[in-house]
């Protein structure tokens, strides 16, 4: 009888012992603070700002371009002798690097951007 009684001190012991870390654990978890997340916000409020700038400038210079492309019918030998289209193609370029962060690293993984 002792010795099971000395078990049983021993089991509730522990018990105590892992309800006491539970508790403390759930008690340091709602504690803890929240994420801030504001700079993530605005870093993409930021950057969808941009990106909205950069396709409507992309989108007005490629429509021209098509426009142009359509009136020689798509005949791009043609169409590689007028100024503003070879203009537009150079906009285009600029307009797109600007706008990608992997092309204006340098990156060779936005193809638009490698060759000239």
């Not at 098509?66 to 150079?90: C, V």
Request: charged content about 20%.
């Amino acid at each position: 009888a002792p010795y099971m009684r000395a078990r049983v001190q021993a089991g509730i012991a522990v018990l105590a012992v892992l309800v006491t870390a539970a508790l403390a654990s759930d008690v340091a978890a709602a504690a803890s603070p929240q994420p801030q997340l504001r700079g993530v916000k605005q870093y993409l409020l930021r950057h969808a700002t941009q990106l909205r700038g950069f396709t409507t400038e992309f989108q007005a210079v490629a429509d021209r371009y098509y426009g142009a492309a359509r009136a020689s019918r798509f005949d791009y030998t043609k169409l590689g002798r007028k100024p503003s289209a070879r203009r537009d193609l150079l906009r285009l370029k600029a307009v797109w690097v600007r706008g990608n962060p992997r092309c204006s690293s340098g990156s060779s993984a936005c193809s638009p951007c490698s060759g000239s």
